[in-house]
């Protein structure tokens, strides 16, 4: 048995979906049942490879709720169907600060996603350590998650770390450093999508966004 968990970079793999939609026209994908998509890939893992854990870290875009009010509450709502598949969220957040803009000649307030790349790397060397998983596979094509890749590789030899990148975001550097890796097309997003309305185990009914 080789027990597999998966480390999700929320807003990575939702910019590709958002890349998806744009440029090749596969509308209502967002509506993601993460759960289902990473075990899709469990048989390219190995042939014993089993689902353990999946975890999915992401934070709230609050400083975008002028332009688009209802982001946060499509943002829970998705975070309400992962945690019913028994998906676990790590939330970070976003931090403002004062750049200098050569477009507009003025300081303007630019926000960064904080704590994400940190949280994963920390808990890919905890499920190590804890002996909690055989392989991890990290969702993502960040190379900000390189060091900690490294570091799991030197002090857990006989760990496996695969990268799957989201559609538009392989790396090549990843890929190499990586025990192995695979890419997402959109047509795995279209096969793994939720149920609309997605009855939760408690008898609660979500209804997909419209703009999803």
């Known amino acids: 048995m080789n027990r597999t968990t998966f480390l999700i970079d929320g807003f990575n793999l939702y910019h590709s979906l958002t890349d998806a939609c744009r440029n090749l026209r596969c509308n209502g994908i967002k509506w993601l049942n993460i759960r289902k998509l990473c075990a899709s890939y469990i048989p390219h893992i190995t042939p014993r490879a089993t689902l353990e854990e999946v975890y999915y870290f992401s934070a709230f875009a609050y400083h975008r709720q002028n332009r688009d009010p209802r982001i946060i509450q499509r943002h829970r709502l998705l975070i309400e169907c992962l ?116 009855v939760t185990p408690d008898g609660r009914e979500l209804t997909k966004p419209a703009s999803w």
């Open 83 to 198: 945690k019913a598949t028994g998906v676990t969220v790590e939330m970070g957040r976003f931090k403002s600060k004062q750049v200098y803009c050569n477009g507009c000649k003025a300081e303007v307030t630019h926000y960064d996603e904080k704590e994400t790349d940190v949280a994963i790397s920390a808990k890919l060397l905890e499920i190590f350590f804890l002996d909690q998983c055989d392989t991890a596979v990290l969702v993502t094509g960040d190379t900000d998650l390189m060091p900690a890749i490294r570091t799991a590789f030197r002090l857990f030899p006989d760990k496996q770390i695969f990268c799957l990148f989201p559609y538009g975001r392989k790396n090549n550097e990843l890929a190499r450093l990586a025990t192995g890796s695979f890419v997402i097309g959109a047509n795995r997003y279209q096969a793994c999508q939720f149920e609309n309305p997605f």
